[in-house]
Nanobody, 125 residues
């Protein structure tokens, strides 16, 4: 599976972005999709995940109420809508695909088999 993120950029605090992840190479609905982010000098951290059907979503506590993950299986895309951006949201955002999702492990980057190259989100104060 190949993953390509887009939609990052420089925004002011309080602004919004919609990140997109385009997938190719396999049946998209087989995969749980996740979004992770990595700020300079920090470890990669879980942001959100969505089941293959789109019926179940998961969020990190730090983004609940501000971020929304979704997917369009007909067009092989996953999305991350980011609202009320804060400077601490500045990071490279990655999408990832998990072919054999284990219950309760949606937050673990080691569970994911494929990764995109990342898209930079920078929030100015």
């Amino acid at each position: 599976v190949q993953l390509v993120e887009s939609g990052g950029g420089l925004v002011q605090a309080g602004g919004s972005l919609r990140l997109s992840c385009a997938a190719s190479g396999d049946t998209f609905s087989y995969y749980r999709m996740g979004w992770f982010r990595q700020a300079p000098g920090k470890e990669r951290e879980f942001v959100a995940a969505i089941s293959g059907s789109g019926g179940t979503t998961y969020y990190a506590d730090s983004v609940k109420g501000r971020f929304t993950i979704s997917r369009d299986n007909a067009n092989n895309r996953a999305y991350l809508q980011i609202n009320s951006l804060k400077p601490e949201d500045t990071a490279v955002y990655y999408c990832a695909a998990d072919r054999a999702p284990r219950s309760g492990r949606h937050y673990d980057p080691m569970q994911y088999d494929y990764w995109g190259q990342g898209t930079q989100v920078t929030v100015s104060s």
